[in-house]
């Protein structure tokens, strides 16, 4: 957890990490950057921490009294022990000890807290922590970092987490991204469970990635950054960083145990490509969610073809029948090859005949033409760009947006 002045000091954070001013400096630099800190609010302690001496008896016994370390079979954390929610003697103490906490870095300036294995503490407490926060400081963000059962996600984000892990990662083929993304966009749980796709973590290292090269991180950058509204990775990714330790989703030297210094120009980064992906969906608004997601049939298994799009609301406030902002994309998830599939354009969608011409803009090579018809074909390059994202209109449509 945080390890600050809810147990006493006000200067000190911790004697190996620094102090309370060097944290409010990061701060102001990432601010001045644009960026904002997230907090990794992980309820576990360290040994040595205050309060395994003030409050031992909030913390899980061995049968000889000694603490027990913190478990996730087959590992055992001996450096790491486990508050115990279900004490007696914890209550109501060591629930508001937690909230004095994260209140801590509120009045700090932190607003979002990426939280380790809620599904691992009670329910009622997040549904209690998240009440009392937000009801001071409502824009607070809890991202329920739980890779768990679905049945748990889903009551997580029931409880009030704003955002949530998924199983992103592992979906690969166009069936498992069809099926997931229609089960997230449908109803109920679109109506409460808000997506975020994280192509890496520090603690998996997916398997696709170690063997797709360079192609592979594309794929799945574009996979996510226009599937979901929300779309993270961690340090390294950008830099198509894949050592892994043998037969494991875990990476070799990793940072979770020393520092390591980076070549930010690493040859073969995709930080361009990272960047204008990131500029595509900053400026397409329905890039900006899950919801509002069809697919369309394509004549390629290895190809993923769907549309998104923004409903027009008039100036009473009512949806109209037209649609705004309608995106098309092709994702070639195949890193090995050239695919080169026809599809059908869903013209359908904007009240277009399957013969009409529609203007396309290819947002990825920043060009614009027309089609003519329903049958098209697109070329798919993973060594080059894996995907193509078009943003069409008619001109009935268009007069409609201007007007």
Known sequence: MPLAAPWGGHEAIHPQLGTLADFRRLLHAAQEQGLELALDFAIQCSPDHPWVQQHPDWFDKRADGSLRPAENPPKCYQDVVNVNFYAQSALPDLWLALRHVVLFWLREGVRIFRVDNPHTKPLPFWEWLIREITSRYPDTIFLAEAFTRPAMMLRLAKLGFSQSYTYF????????????????????????????????????????????????FLIRSALA?????????????????????DDKEEYYDSEKYQIRTWDWQRPGNIIAEITQLNHIRESNPS?????????????????????????????????????????????????????????????????????????????????????????????????????????????????????
Request: aromatic share 12%; hydrophobic share 40%.
């Open 169 to 216: 990662i592992w979906r690969h083929s166009q069936r498992d991204f069809i099926d997931y993304l229609t089960e997230l966009s449908s109803e109920p749980l679109c109506e409460y469970f808000r997506p975020h796709f994280f192509v890496n973590t520090p603690d998996i290292n997916p398997y696709f990635l170690q063997h797709s090269g360079r192609p592979g």
């Open 287 to 403: 890039l900006q969610s899950h919801l509002g997601i069809q697919f369309h049939p394509i004549a390629d298994p290895a190809v993923l073809l769907f549309s998104k799009a923004t409903t027009i609301i008039d100036h009473t406030g009512a949806i109209r029948d037209e649609i705004d902002n309608f995106i098309l994309v092709a994702i070639c998830l195949d890193p090995n090859k050239v695919h080169i599939p026809a599809f059908e354009a869903p013209l359908w969608r904007l009240g277009l005949a399957d013969d009409a011409q529609v203007t396309v803009e290819d947002l990825i090579h920043d060009t614009q033409f027309t089609w003519q018809g329903k049958n098209q074909q697109v070329t798919l390059d993973p060594f080059k760009w894996p995907c193509a994202i078009w943003r069409l209109s008619s001109q009935n449509q268009s007069s409609l947006s201007g007007a």
């Open 225 to 245: 950054c226009t599937l979901s509204g929300l779309w993270g990775m961690y340090n390294g990714f950008e830099l198509c960083e894949a050592r892994a330790l």
